[in-house]
Structure formats: structure tokens, C-alpha cells
């Protein structure tokens, strides 16, 4: 018994993934990921310089045809003829950029971690990185290695780190000759985004490796499966790295680490696979806009009941802020996630670590969500009911059954609706709360 349970330890020390998915799509999630439950998701790059349209202005005004005229007309308009997208990088100062206060944000926003674009579709690193001269935050604009200088004030704030990378690039030319040869060549996975990557996480060890920019080809073309087998063989994040989805066309939802599917997906029933809803306070662009309005970002209700959601359907929740080239965050977006993190501060414990529970939500007197640990399972009020009543249909109650309102202490009078199940709560008067967003903590239920 001894040495077969010996064997099987052997086994799994020593087991190592393969290059291909059934393998790699067998790798159990690391633990740290589904018990984080929120994070920060941070859209920084030289598009915040033009800060107009999205983080895709480049593409809107010179790769797609035909053009974005909205763009096309405000650089008639704004900039001399001629200038080019890479100038902007001349205004990409960060003067401002203060890692620490960043990372304090973060931290009170109460999620547990960050990730940050280390390069998005434009190709610029925001790291010194030796594949990408002169077209990097050292050698232009900053002047500075932002992708260190946050992970070393997000990681002491025991924070995880993550980096978001782009497979592709909108211009690179070895990208361009290998698209024109129907991705047969692989030049720029060779020469460019290869070497990059592996030194990226060798170098900054990220968490989290988000990589996006994929669709265009298939994964045998941008060797994703030799990639993550290192990764998770013998990288030095093989133990606790977590990895999303976009690894080349056909991917999404299929094969990697966590799902996202698609941007800001929200599933309709509880999915099998563990995953991620990434979305963005302003919700016309992930990066910066100059231009935003505040009826264009969410409200504070309508993040906290998006992110309840998606915990009960037993996601994660990316938030996006984009902030300026100054290396500022908008104060708006600071505010939202000042609030998120209050409302954290009370309610956390029905979010961190939590599990889907049998039922994700029922229409109760107001709509409710259900999030569980054990034989404890949380009701979350996503409205204020209107009156001191609350029913809940599906919660099976014992004798021991106790119901409390997070953030108060006193145990709540209930009593059963049904002899086999459901409950009637008698609520106290309900504090004023950041989001307007209420729960209840049942002991003992099922
Ligand atoms: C954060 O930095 C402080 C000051 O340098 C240090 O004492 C502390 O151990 C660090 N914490 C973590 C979690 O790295
Ligand atoms: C990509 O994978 C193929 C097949 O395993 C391998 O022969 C090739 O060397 C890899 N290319 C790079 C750049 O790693
Ligand atoms: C609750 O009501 C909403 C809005 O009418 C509906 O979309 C949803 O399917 C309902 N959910 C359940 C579990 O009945």
C-alpha cells in the first residue's frame, strides 16, 4: 500500500507536460487563482498618448480599411501632416507614475491581483525589452521599466502579478511577411515574439500570463503548446502560474489555462470550466480616452452586481482602468475601485474563496445571487427589497440554521416558507452600503 502510494507520489513529481493540448489542458489550475476571485486589469501603452477612440487607434486610423474617419479627421486636425503613430511615443511621459500609489489602489480595491498590458497589439514593450529596440518604455518615452517597477510595488503589497502580452502585432514586418505567406513562414514567432516572451517571464515572473492578439492564426504558428509546456514544466512560475485561453485561433473557450472566451463574456448558466469575465470601467475602451464621458463608465451598483454575478457563476472579475500617459489613474477610476474595495471590506467573505453554490440565483423578492463555503452559503441582494421582508425559495433550512446580515453582528429572525425548504427573513433596517448591494449569510442550509 506504502509503495504504490510512493509510486504515484513519484508520478506526479515527475510527470511533465507535453506539446500538445490533452496534455497541457490536464494541468489542474493552480489554487491561488480561483480563491482570488478579483483583479485589476491595467490598459497602458502608447495608445494612451492619442487617448482617443480606444487602444486600438492605430489600427482604426492606418491598418483597417477603410479607415476610422473619426480618426483620420482628428489627426487632420490636431497633429502636422505626416506624423506618424510612433511619434506619439514622444509623448508618453509618465512623469507621474508613482508604482507605490498605484499599487495602493489596487490594494484597496480589495482584489488580490493585476494585471498590466506589458504589450498590447502596437507591439511597444513597457520593458527593456532586447527584441523590441528602440520600441520599448527604457529606450523611448518613460524612460523607465514599468512593468518591474509596478510588479515590485503590486508583489509587496501581496498582490499577484500578471502581464498581459499580445501575440501579434498590427505592423511588425516580420509579422506582415509571415501573414502574407499564409503563416507557413514563422520568422516573427522566431525572431520576435518567441525570445520576448520567454525572457519576460524569466525576467519578471509573471502570475498571470494573459495573452491576447492570437486570432489571426492557428497555435502550430505561434508555437503556444511548446511554450506552455516549458512554462509549466520548467519556467520559474511552472508551480503558480495560470494561464487564459487565446492561443491561436480556435482556442477560446477550448484549450490553455482559465477561459475568457471573449471580452466581457458573461455565461448564461454555470460553465464547467474555470473562468475569467475581464471588463472595463469605461465601456468604450480599455485604454485611455482623453474624451470619456461619465455616462459612458459604469456606476458603482452596476460593477459590484457584474462582479457578483460572475462569482456566482464561479468566475473571476478583471476590472479594466486605462490610465494617462502622465501615469496617472483617472480619479473617477480610482473612485470606482475605492468602492469596489469598501464594499469588499464588508461582503468579501461571500466572494474570496467562495464556491458556486447548487443554485447560481433565484428571483426572490429582489433578484439574488448565491455564492457558498461548505454548509454556509451567501444570498447576495442585488436591490433593496421593499419592505422589512425577504423570501428566499430554494436555501433548505435545519434547526440550526442561523441568518445574519454582513457587516452586523445580530442574528436575523427567519422562519421556513415551505416544511422542506425556502425561508422567510425578517430584515432589519439596511445600511447605507457602497453599491446598494446587500448579503446575507445562512449557516447551516443546503
Ligand atoms: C514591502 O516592503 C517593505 C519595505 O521595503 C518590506 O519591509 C516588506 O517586507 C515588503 N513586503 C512584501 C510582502 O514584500
Ligand atoms: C516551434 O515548434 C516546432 C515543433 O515542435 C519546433 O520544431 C520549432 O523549433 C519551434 N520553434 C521555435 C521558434 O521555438
Ligand atoms: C430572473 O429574472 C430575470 C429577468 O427577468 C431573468 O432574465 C432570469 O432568467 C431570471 N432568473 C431565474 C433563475 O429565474
Redesign the pocket.
Known amino acids: 500500500m506504502i509503495s504504490v502510494f510512493l509510486l504515484f507520489l513519484v508520478a506526479r513529481v515527475s510527470a511533465r507536460y507535453t506539446a500538445d493540448w490533452t496534455s497541457l489542458d490536464a494541468r489542474p489550475l493552480p489554487s491561488w487563482f480561483d480563491e482570488a476571485k478579483v483583479g485589476i486589469f491595467v490598459h497602458w501603452g502608447v495608445f494612451s498618448v492619442p487617448g482617443f477612440g480606444s487602444e486600438w487607434f492605430w489600427w482604426h486610423w492606418q491598418g483597417q480599411q477603410p479607415p476610422d474617419p473619426k480618426c483620420v479627421a482628428y489627426m487632420a486636425e490636431n497633429y502636422p501632416p505626416g506624423f506618424s503613430y510612433p511619434e506619439f511615443v514622444n509623448g508618453f511621459h509618465a512623469q507621474f507614475f508613482n508604482p507605490e500609489e498605484w499599487a495602493d489602489i489596487f490594494k484597496a480595491s480589495g482584489a488580490k491581483y493585476v494585471v498590466l498590458t506589458a504589450k498590447h497589439h502596437e507591439g511597444f514593450t513597457n520593458w527593456e525589452s532586447p527584441n523590441s529596440w528602440n520600441w520599448n518604455s527604457v529606450d523611448a518615452g518613460p524612460k523607465r521599466d514599468l512593468v518591474g517597477d509596478l510588479g515590485e510595488a503590486v508583489?509587496?503589497?501581496?498582490l499577484h502579478y500578471g502581464l498581459y502580452n499580445s501575440l501579434y502585432e498590427w505592423f511588425h514586418p516580420l509579422y506582415l511577411d509571415d501573414k502574407k505567406n499564409g503563416f507557413k513562414t514563422q520568422e516573427f514567432v522566431k525572431l520576435k515574439l518567441l525570445p520576448e516572451l520567454y525572457n519576460m517571464v524569466v525576467r519578471y515572473r509573471p502570475e498571470v500570463i494573459w495573452s491576447d492578439g492570437d486570432w489571426e492564426a492557428p497555435d502550430t504558428y505561434w508555437n503556444s503548446t511548446e511554450f506552455l509546456a516549458w512554462l509549466y514544466n520548467d519556467s520559474p512560475v511552472k508551480d503558480t502560474v495560470v494561464t487564459n485561453d487565446r492561443w491561436g485561433a480556435g482556442c477560446a473557450c477550448k484549450h490553455g489555462g482559465y477561459y475568457n472566451c471573449e471580452d466581457k463574456y458573461t455565461p448564461g448558466q454555470l460553465p464547467s470550466h474555470k473562468w475569467e469575465k475581464c471588463t472595463s470601467v469605461d465601456t468604450l475602451s480599455w485604454g485611455y480616452r482623453r474624451n470619456m464621458r461619465l455616462q459612458e463608465l459604469m456606476d458603482l451598483p452596476a460593477i459590484i452586481k457584474d462582479l457578483v454575478s460572475t462569482v456566482a457563476l464561479g468566475g473571476n472579475y478583471l476590472l479594466n482602468v486605462g490610465p494617462t500617459a502622465d501615469g496617472t489613474i483617472p480619479t473617477v477610476f480610482e473612485e470606482r475601485l475605492r468602492g469596489v474595495g469598501a464594499w469588499l471590506e464588508i461582503n468579501g467573505e461571500a466572494i474570496f474563496a467562495s464556491k458556486p453554490w447548487r443554485v447560481q440565483m433565484e428571483n426572490a423578492t429582489v433578484p439574488v445571487w448565491y455564492t457558498s463555503k461548505g454548509d454556509t452559503i451567501y444570498a447576495v441582494m442585488t436591490a433593496k427589497p421593499p419592505g422589512t421582508i425577504l423570501q428566499l425559495q430554494t436555501p433548505k433550512t435545519s434547526a440550526s440554521t442561523k441568518v445574519i446580515l454582513l457587516g452586523s453582528q445580530s442574528p436575523l429572525p427567519w422562519s421556513p416558507l415551505y416544511p422542506n425548504g425556502g425561508l422567510t427573513v425578517l430584515l432589519p433596517e439596511l445600511p447605507r452600503l457602497p453599491g446598494h448591494v446587500w448579503t446575507l449569510k445562512l449557516e447551516s442550509v443546503h
Do not use: E, G, I
Not at 155 to 158: A, G, L, P, Q, V
Open positions: 508583489r509587496n503589497r501581496s
